[in-house]
């Protein structure tokens, strides 16, 4: 059974647009979440994070909203631009500092 | 160097093979793990050590063996692997675990290919 699911494994927009990627997740013990970037041959960079006490955390270009009810998150970048190209994971992460991640969306933005 | 640094990039062995991974972070972080991940699947958390004590070890195969020297230094040693064991296996680094969210730091991990 896969807690973390990111049911859209790949995603195209213009430059310029907004980019969105979605996660859901099924276990109500996650309590806070991560997104990573990954970039070929690079490992995974820690990008931005929300915990369950909030439903929004934006950090420049960077947006994450939680839907606790819904058991959904999403990244919001906006404006996309090329080199957001990469693979995107979502965490989620239980108060013990368990985490588990979803099998990554890969955002390719059209110059 | 600063951050998390693997060693190979790249590995091909046969299945009577030994040989290691080796992974060193320059954080001063508290806990390494290992994860592997295959393709098309979600990142698998293997191993968490955490001031050099094992903490997790997520029903790993006894053909993955790991090893952590000290806080900086965390080892994977491979024997006996499969063909399905290729795949890429990332180091990464916390602050703490088990005490709040540190986010991870990963290294640019080592692909492996078992022939």
């Known amino acids: 059974d896969q807690q973390v699911k990111q049911n859209s494994p790949s995603l195209s927009v213009q430059e310029g647009r907004i980019s969105i990627l979605n996660c859901d997740y099924t276990?109500?013990?996650?309590?806070?979440f991560l997104w990573y970037k990954k970039y070929p041959a690079e490992g995974p960079t820690f990008l931005i994070s929300?915990?369950?006490?909030?439903d929004k955390n934006e950090d420049g270009r960077f947006t994450v909203f939680l839907n606790k009810s819904a058991k959904h998150l999403s990244l919001h970048i906006v404006p996309s631009q090329p080199g957001d190209s990469a693979v995107y994971f979502c965490?989620?992460?239980?108060?013990?500092?368990?985490?588990?991640f979803g099998d990554g969306t890969t955002l390719t933005v059209k110059p | 160097e600063t951050g998390v640094t693997q060693t190979p990039r790249h590995l091909v062995m046969g299945m009577t093979n030994k040989k290691s991974l080796k992974c060193e972070q320059h954080l001063g972080h508290n806990a390494m793990y290992w994860y592997k991940q295959s393709a098309k699947k979600p990142l698998e958390l293997m191993f968490v050590?955490?001031?050099?004590?094992r903490v997790e070890n997520n029903s790993v195969p006894s053909r993955f063996s790991p090893e952590c020297p000290n806080s900086s230094h965390l080892f994977l040693h491979l024997h006996t692997l499969q063909p399905e064991d290729s795949a890429l296996y990332l180091c990464?680094?916390?602050?703490?675990w088990g005490q709040g969210y540190s986010p991870l730091h990963f290294g640019n991990g080592t692909r492996l290919t078992v022939t």
């Open positions: 965490a989620a992460y239980t108060n013990a500092g368990k985490s588990t």
């Open positions: 929300i915990s369950s006490i909030k």
């Open positions: 990464a680094s916390s602050q703490d």
């Open positions: 050590y955490s001031l050099e004590e």
């Open positions: 276990n109500s013990m996650f309590d806070y």
